[in-house]
């Protein structure tokens, strides 16, 4: 019986010394309208989708699964890591043989109303050089729904 119990003990330690730091960053998940530019395409406009991945964000370290669907309806989808304000990104785009990656940086800043923008700095590899480019994104306001006004009691006579 002692040694069962010491095991159960010994195996409450060890999960407790890996658990994580909960996560106190900020919580960017949302959906982004952009206005983008690079060499290759020119000017164009995509939405952008972050999903805060709360199993593996921690302490300030914010990690997020997120997809960019095109006016074309192409979708990249990637991961992106946020350490306080700062964006690692890093997506790809799949079509039959064809991959393309994209590797980016972006900063969030804080807009009115609880939403947030971001200018992404990027970088596509290829055989030529590459292709690099910039879009500024902003946080599509929520849909805030109103709670329902209270029904007014009228006083009636006896």
Same mark, same amino acid.
Not at 56 to 73: L, Q, R, V
Not at 133 to 157: F, N, R, W
């Given at each position: =019986?002692?040694?069962? /119990?010491?095991?159960?003990?010994?195996?409450?330690?060890?999960?407790?010394?890996?658990?994580?730091?909960?996560? +106190?960053?900020?919580?960017? *998940?949302? $959906?982004?309208?952009?206005?983008?530019?690079?060499?290759?395409?020119?000017?164009?406009?995509?939405?952008?989708?972050?999903?805060?991945? $709360?199993?593996?964000?921690?302490?300030?370290?914010?990690?997020?699964?997120?997809?960019?669907?095109?006016?074309?309806?192409?979708?990249?989808?990637?991961? !992106?890591?946020?350490?306080?304000?700062?964006?690692?990104?890093?997506?790809?785009?799949?079509?039959?043989?064809?991959?393309?990656? +994209? +590797?980016?940086? !972006?900063? =969030?800043?804080? /807009?009115? $109303?609880? $939403?947030?923008?971001?200018?992404? /700095?990027?970088?596509?590899?290829?055989?030529?050089?590459?292709?690099?480019?910039?879009?500024?994104?902003?946080?599509? /306001? *929520? *849909?805030?729904?109103?709670?329902? *006004?209270?029904?007014?009691?009228?006083?009636?006579?006896?």
């Amino acid at each position: =019986m002692v040694k069962i /119990l010491f095991a159960f003990g010994l195996l409450t330690c060890v999960a407790v010394a890996q658990a994580k730091p909960a996560f +106190t960053g900020i919580n960017f *998940s949302g $959906r982004y309208d952009c206005k983008g530019n690079n060499e290759l395409v020119g000017d164009y406009q995509v939405t952008v989708k972050f999903k805060l991945n $709360r199993i593996s964000s921690f302490g300030k370290f914010g990690a997020y699964d997120f997809s960019t669907e095109t006016d074309n309806a192409v979708t990249y989808r990637g991961q !992106a890591v946020a350490n306080g304000f700062r964006l690692a990104l890093s997506y790809k785009l799949t079509e039959g043989k064809y991959v393309e990656y +994209t +590797t980016g940086i !972006a900063e =969030m800043k804080k /807009l009115s $109303r609880g $939403r947030w923008s971001f200018r992404n /700095l990027y970088y596509e590899p290829d055989d030529n050089g590459g292709n690099y480019g910039q879009e500024d994104c902003v946080m599509q /306001l *929520s *849909s805030v729904i109103k709670p329902a *006004s209270k029904p007014t009691k009228s006083k009636q006579k006896s």
